[in-house]
């Protein structure tokens, strides 16, 4: 997975929890480059134009498999070239651009349901900058069955300045078949969900009025892996919390 590769090759799922950084369209040629740890340096025709890469940002909460890769960038400058134009945005160390890049699952098992267990996540983070990053746990499940759209199970746990955040589909990770996140032909998926919060909110919203939105994608011959991007909000203002998770089919 180290070096340069064509965009092409991968699914990339990002959460600029509240950095203002976005990816710009990246035209053919583009490459995603990975450093001997597989951490993400850069997007684009670097060092030209489109580009979206690290400068002094460091690499945070990094990890990976032979299928997917994930992190988060913090605590310095990420530069982003477009139409030839460089902007220069600065992350706190209580901030973070997210990434979740993988290669997109062709086959899946044709029947039965799997648990996914948790083996890497970024650290979540606040988009304001005005809590430490926090902590995710959780469990995933899919159920396969010919013919019909695979079902995803997840059941997750967000702990941030003080604060928990629950959620779970119906049936969680062990009923998945009870969910309404399916994978559609690509074998991405993304839905939302309501949370359940803790008291200390730094959202503001009710006990049972948080939102949750996720994204995710199968990875890997037979669907070894499976990655979600979240990010919880409260409604009422444009704060959110966000991360990213990977799980694997034991």
């Given amino acids: 997975m180290a070096g340069s590769t064509p965009v092409e ?5 990002f959460a600029n929890a509240g950095s203002g950084i976005s990816l ?15 951490g993400l340096e850069s997007i684009g025709i670097c060092p030209g134009s489109p580009c979206l890469k690290r400068d002094s940002a460091q690499i945070a909460d990094a990890g990976a498999d032979t299928y997917v890769t994930w992190g988060r960038w913090t605590d310095g400058t990420v530069l982003r070239t477009d139409a030839g134009v460089t902007t220069t945005t600065t992350l706190s160390a209580n901030q973070g651009f997210h990434y979740l890049i993988g290669t997109p699952s062709v086959t899946t098992p044709t029947a039965g349901a799997y648990i996914y267990e948790l083996i890497g996540a970024s650290k979540p983070t606040i988009s304001d900058g005005s809590l430490a990053p926090g902590t995710f746990s959780g469990l995933a499940g899919v159920e396969f069955k010919p013919g019909v759209a695979s079902k995803i199970g997840i059941e997750g746990t967000v702990v941030i300045g003080g604060a928990t955040f629950a959620f779970a589909t119906t049936g969680g990770a062990h009923d ?37 939105d996720l994204s995710g994608q199968l990875y890997g011959p037979m669907a070894r892996d499976l990655g979600i991007r979240y990010s919880i909000n409260g409604g009422s203002t444009s704060t959110t919390i966000d991360g990213v998770s990977v799980f694997r089919r034991p």
Wanted: charged share 10%; with cysteine; glycine share 10%.
């Fill in 9 to 13: 090759k991968w699914s990339l799922s």
């Fill in 24 to 38: 710009p369209a990246m035209p053919a040629g583009s490459t995603v480059v990975l450093n001997d740890s597989y």
């Fill in 176 to 212: 998945p078949g009870k969910s309404t996140l399916t994978a559609g032909s690509s074998q991405g998926f993304n839905g939302w969900l309501r949370t359940n919060v803790s008291d200390s909110n730094p959202l503001g919203c009710s006990e049972h009025n948080c939102r949750i």
